[in-house]
């Protein structure tokens, strides 16, 4: 039920019709309804008359019926059937569209017996009815009357349900949406003052028009799918849901009665309040029983029931079953992972131009939205969040989040989050809040220093500018005095500036390999010095790493910035892990699979791509170096390790303290666990690992949460062997080392020069050089 008219123009129209002649045309229309609405143009004596019907004709007949709004619902393939699990529903209307056949023949029964019994006999407009209303109005009585009937009624609907969509339209306050909203409901429903009878005549064009377009079975279909049933509950379907927990075909004479009662006045005679707003301390349940009895009275009289289902349904209570739809993300088990979907929707330009289109998308579009999440996955990583990490702390805002990301594709699988979540909240210092850890700007969050898990980004840039991970660099703590960055300015130390390694530890001659295993700041900063800083910048930004907040790349000009000073996102990261397990391909993070519309058309969605972001050969050769994360007593991340014959590689990360992360992956899953403070109340510092949770301090419980989600990740995605590094970036090579020169022979001596170390294996560090670290490994960035 369609077509081109335009609703807003119609209203203006009608709006100029008022005072006198309104009431003539009314009342002359009202003469020669069976006329006017078979044969318009019919003689009369009257000018007056004749103007009337003119003018009545001449009113726009073609009513614009644009598509309901309906719930948006967000769903999730269960792995175990391959069946999609629905999460939750986002709405303004809570509407199921019903055809014919799924509701009970009783509701229809019940519905024309109260509000239109002549409805299969007349032409749009009841001639007797809008007769008496005539009368009445004649005699002075209130608001105009017109004998409305359920085309009338539906009618009224749809420019009401019109004005509701023109106004979310707008980019409006929401004071302001709601001052928009009541006015046009009061400009499409008013029968008062003169304006009521342009109104009336208006509708009336509107529902002849529809009674010859349209089948009564079409009409009265139509009309139970708009009309409102109390709040936002609209629809046979949603009402028979909500209010008796059956779907419409399953409904009861008793049932049907109070339905059928309610559209009179809905929020009246809706049965899930105790008291009503509008009417004082009235007790909805009387009002509505007495509504029901008049419907059932009306039933009778119309032969629809017999005298003893009357008794039988007139001695009945009314027996509730309130079921409230399961609506919005607090209403759900993955919460942060719904925010997140949500987040994007109202974000991404795939869902509208603008905002307010976006958030139209939302609550009223009917879209499907297929996410990515892994229930098994997401199941586990809650629970190991719950187990491990507190709600808050009281001293400091506190988070932690796990995230899964499947390198293949760039799904995120799983998002769980340590605090309790709620809409719209945006709060960093308390249990409960709407940001979503994991995200960005889309999400609410400026992201959160990485820590050494950030030197991903110098050591693709090491082995791009064509270093070994076995070169021996001077990995001894020394003043840095000069950074180059080709792009964003170079750094100069104006002083002593420096940042030392872990408790202070002593650096030593070694390489990548030792320096990555076991996270030493003063090696990478070494490292740092032979390279171009706007490398590491493109590196991160290509594998999807820029400044949470938005502002744009990350910043590469400090000492820090080696390190992880810049504020990122978890899922940002994760990405970028999963993509050296891809072999070097970024498949951006999605957590959307597919949007269709209601009747199941797929729509566009946003903008994700997977391309060659890194060398094959440097991705395999870094996955190598980070192996060593996980091994040995050097490796930061060792007790991590889930020993289940997976291959694996892995990066910690700790910055100053308050932030502690560990990234592991398989070629088939990553699997990030971050810990940190969100917001420091005081001007301390605070320092995770002096603040413990169940016997354990706060910055090594990263460990137990990764081992535990990256052993069921291991499980459900089973990881293949991780590819071979590059054998020319594998290379010992040792810049310090300068062999003796050879002394040239003077016949005295046969001997010769010291041969230099093997080049199969790069050099221990000396016996005094580091081991691993009896507490939490690597210095604030560890």
């Given at each position: 039920?369609?077509?081109?008219?335009?609703?807003?123009?119609?209203?203006?129209?009608?709006?100029?019709?008022?005072?006198?002649?309104?009431?003539?045309?009314?009342?002359?229309?009202?003469?020669?309804?069976?006329?006017?609405?078979?044969?318009?143009?019919?003689?009369?004596t009257?000018?007056?008359?004749?103007?009337?019907?003119?003018?009545?004709?001449?009113l726009?007949?073609?009513?614009?019926?644009?598509?309901?709004?309906?719930?948006?619902?967000?769903?999730?393939?269960?792995p175990?059937?391959?069946?999609?699990?629905?999460?939750?529903?986002?709405?303004?209307?809570?509407?199921?569209?019903v055809?014919?056949?799924?509701?009970?023949?009783?509701?229809?029964?019940?519905?024309?017996s109260?509000?239109?019994?002549?409805?299969?006999?007349?032409?749009?407009?009841?001639?007797?009815?809008?007769?008496?209303a005539?009368?009445?109005?004649?005699?002075?009585?209130?608001?105009?009357?017109?004998?409305?009937?359920?085309?009338?009624?539906y009618?009224?609907?749809?420019?009401?349900?019109?004005?509701?969509?023109?106004?979310?339209?707008?980019?409006?306050?929401?004071?302001?949406?709601?001052?928009?909203?009541?006015?046009?409901?009061?400009?499409?429903?008013?029968?008062?003052?003169?304006?009521?009878?342009?109104?009336?005549?208006?509708?009336?064009?509107?529902?002849?028009?529809?009674?010859?377009?349209?089948?009564?079975?079409?009409?009265?279909?139509?009309?139970?799918?708009?009309?409102n049933?109390?709040?936002?509950?609209?629809?046979?379907?949603?009402?028979?849901?909500?209010?008796?927990?059956?779907?419409?075909?399953?409904?009861?004479?008793?049932?049907?009665?109070?339905?059928?009662?309610?559209?009179?006045?809905?929020?009246?005679?809706?049965?899930?309040?105790?008291?009503?707003?509008?009417?004082?301390?009235?007790?909805?349940?009387?009002q509505?029983?007495?509504?029901?009895?008049?419907?059932?009275?009306?039933?009778?009289?119309?032969?629809?029931?017999?005298?003893?289902?009357?008794?039988?349904?007139?001695?009945?209570?009314?027996?509730?079953?309130?079921?409230?739809?399961?609506?919005?993300?607090?209403a759900?088990?993955?919460?942060?992972?719904c925010?997140?979907?949500?987040?994007?929707?109202?974000?991404?330009?795939?869902?509208?131009?603008?905002?307010?289109?976006?958030?139209?998308?939302?609550?009223?579009?009917?879209?499907?939205?297929?996410?990515?999440?892994?229930?098994?996955?997401?199941?586990?990583?809650?629970?190991?969040?719950?187990?491990?990490?507190?709600?808050?702390?009281?001293?400091?805002?506190?988070?932690?989040?796990?995230?899964?990301?499947?390198?293949?594709?760039?799904?995120?699988?799983?998002?769980?989050?340590?605090?309790?979540?709620?809409?719209?909240?945006?709060?960093?210092?308390?249990?409960?809040?709407?940001?979503?850890?994991?995200?960005?700007?889309?999400?609410?969050?400026?992201?959160?220093?990485a820590?050494?898990?950030?030197?991903?980004?110098?050591?693709?840039?090491?082995?791009?500018?064509?270093?070994?991970?076995?070169?021996?660099?001077?990995?001894?703590?020394?003043?840095?005095?000069h950074?180059?960055?080709?792009?964003?300015?170079?750094?100069?130390?104006?002083?002593?500036e420096?940042?030392?390694?872990?408790?202070?530890?002593?650096?030593?001659?070694?390489?990548p390999?030792?320096?990555?295993?076991?996270?030493?700041?003063?090696?990478?900063?070494?490292?740092?010095?032979?390279?171009?800083?706007?490398?590491?910048?493109?590196?991160?930004?290509?594998?999807g790493?820029?400044?949470?907040?938005?502002?744009?790349?990350?910043?590469?000009?400090?000492?820090?910035?080696?390190?992880?000073?810049?504020?990122?996102?978890?899922?940002?990261?994760?990405?970028?892990?999963?993509?050296?397990?891809?072999?070097?391909?970024?498949?951006?993070p999605?957590?959307?699979?597919?949007?269709?519309d209601?009747?199941?058309?797929?729509?566009?969605?946003?903008?994700?791509?997977?391309?060659?972001?890194?060398?094959?050969?440097?991705?395999?050769?870094?996955?190598?170096?980070?192996?060593?994360?996980?091994?040995?007593?050097?490796?930061?991340?060792?007790?991590?390790?889930?020993?289940?014959?997976?291959?694996?590689?892995?990066?910690?990360?700790?910055?100053?303290?308050?932030?502690?992360?560990?990234?592991?992956?398989?070629?088939?899953?990553?699997?990030?666990?971050?810990?940190?403070?969100?917001?420091?109340?005081?001007?301390?510092?605070?320092?995770?690992?002096?603040?413990?949770?169940?016997?354990?301090?706060?910055?090594?419980?990263?460990?137990?949460?990764?081992?535990?989600?990256?052993?069921?990740?291991?499980?459900?995605?089973?990881?293949?062997?991780?590819?071979?590094?590059?054998?020319?970036?594998?290379?010992?090579?040792?810049?310090?080392?300068?062999?003796?020169?050879?002394?040239?022979?003077?016949?005295?001596?046969?001997?010769?020069?010291?041969?230099?170390?093997?080049?199969?294996?790069?050099?221990?560090?000396?016996?005094?050089?580091?081991?691993?670290?009896?507490?939490?490994?690597?210095?604030?960035?560890?």
């Amino acid at each position: 039920m369609a077509n081109d008219s335009q609703p807003g123009k119609n209203r203006t129209v009608a709006g100029v019709l008022g005072g006198v002649l309104g009431l003539v045309a009314l009342s002359a229309v009202a003469g020669l309804l069976i006329s006017a609405a078979v044969t318009p143009a019919v003689a009369m004596t009257s000018a007056a008359a004749t103007t009337a019907i003119d003018t009545f004709d001449n009113l726009p007949s073609e009513l614009q019926i644009n598509p309901l709004q309906l719930p948006t619902t967000l769903y999730a393939k269960d792995p175990s059937t391959g069946k999609y699990q629905e999460i939750t529903k986002f709405y303004d209307q809570n509407r199921v569209p019903v055809t014919w056949k799924q509701v009970a023949p009783v509701m229809y029964d019940a519905i024309i017996s109260s509000e239109d019994p002549r409805f299969y006999d007349e032409g749009g407009i009841d001639v007797l009815g809008t007769t008496r209303a005539l009368l009445s109005n004649l005699r002075g009585n209130g608001n105009i009357q017109g004998g409305s009937t359920i085309s009338q009624q539906y009618v009224k609907n749809v420019l009401v349900q019109d004005c509701y969509a023109t106004v979310d339209s707008k980019d409006l306050a929401q004071k302001q949406k709601d001052a928009a909203i009541q006015d046009c409901y009061n400009q499409a429903t008013d029968d008062s003052g003169p304006g009521g009878y342009a109104r009336k005549l208006q509708e009336m064009r509107y529902a002849i028009a529809i009674a010859q377009q349209y089948s009564k079975n079409d009409v009265l279909l139509a009309y139970l799918n708009i009309a409102n049933f109390g709040g936002q509950t609209y629809g046979i379907e949603a009402a028979s849901e909500y209010y008796f927990g059956v779907h419409a075909s399953q409904l009861n004479l008793s049932q049907a009665a109070t339905l059928a009662g309610m559209v009179q006045n809905p929020n009246t005679f809706r049965i899930d309040q105790k008291t009503s707003k509008t009417n004082g301390d009235a007790n909805h349940y009387a009002q509505t029983k007495q509504r029901q009895e008049y419907v059932l009275g009306r039933m009778l009289d119309g032969g629809k029931i017999s005298q003893a289902q009357y008794q039988a349904a007139m001695k009945a209570p009314i027996v509730p079953k309130i079921t409230p739809p399961k609506t919005g993300c607090a209403a759900t088990s993955v919460q942060y992972f719904c925010a997140y979907v949500t987040s994007v929707i109202q974000n991404d330009p795939a869902f509208g131009k603008t905002a307010a289109d976006r958030e139209q998308a939302l609550r009223q579009g009917g879209l499907k939205v297929y996410t990515t999440l892994d229930w098994r996955l997401q199941k586990v990583a809650q629970k190991t969040v719950t187990k491990y990490a507190p709600t808050s702390q009281s001293s400091f805002g506190y988070g932690a989040t796990i995230v899964n990301v499947q390198p293949s594709t760039g799904d995120i699988l799983s998002i769980a989050q340590n605090t309790k979540y709620s809409a719209g909240g945006s709060s960093t210092t308390s249990s409960q809040t709407g940001i979503v850890y994991a995200g960005d700007h889309w999400q609410g969050s400026t992201g959160f220093p990485a820590g050494s898990s950030f030197k991903l980004f110098t050591l693709l840039a090491w082995l791009q500018a064509g270093h070994s991970v076995n070169e021996v660099v001077n990995g001894y703590p020394r003043i840095i005095p000069h950074l180059t960055n080709s792009c964003q300015g170079d750094w100069n130390n104006s002083g002593t500036e420096s940042i030392p390694n872990y408790r202070n530890e002593a650096g030593y001659y070694g390489t990548p390999m030792q320096f990555t295993a076991q996270s030493l700041n003063s090696g990478y900063l070494s490292m740092a010095t032979q390279l171009d800083m706007c490398n590491v910048m493109k590196d991160a930004t290509k594998l999807g790493v820029t400044l949470a907040d938005g502002s744009g790349p990350v910043l590469m000009n400090t000492l820090g910035s080696v390190i992880g000073s810049n504020a990122v996102s978890p899922i940002a990261m994760a990405g970028a892990y999963a993509a050296i397990a891809n072999h070097g391909v970024f498949c951006q993070p999605r957590a959307i699979a597919r949007v269709t519309d209601n009747a199941g058309k797929d729509l566009p969605l946003p903008d994700r791509t997977c391309t060659q972001a890194i060398d094959p050969k440097i991705a395999a050769t870094a996955a190598y170096a980070l192996q060593g994360v996980l091994k040995g007593p050097m490796g930061t991340a060792t007790p991590a390790n889930p020993h289940d014959g997976t291959p694996l590689f892995a990066k910690t990360g700790t910055n100053n303290g308050d932030q502690t992360w560990l990234i592991t992956s398989s070629s088939a899953m990553t699997s990030l666990v971050w810990s940190g403070v969100t917001n420091n109340r005081g001007d301390e510092n605070i320092d995770l690992f002096h603040h413990f949770y169940r016997g354990i301090d706060l910055g090594d419980i990263r460990y137990p949460m990764s081992k535990a989600i990256q052993t069921a990740a291991d499980t459900y995605y089973p990881g293949a062997a991780l590819d071979k590094p590059d054998p020319e970036l594998m290379t010992y090579s040792n810049p310090y080392y300068t062999p003796p020169v050879k002394k040239k022979s003077d016949g005295k001596s046969k001997g010769s020069a010291s041969p230099a170390p093997s080049t199969s294996t790069a050099p221990a560090p000396p016996a005094s050089g580091p081991t691993k670290p009896s507490g939490p490994p690597g210095h604030g960035h560890g």
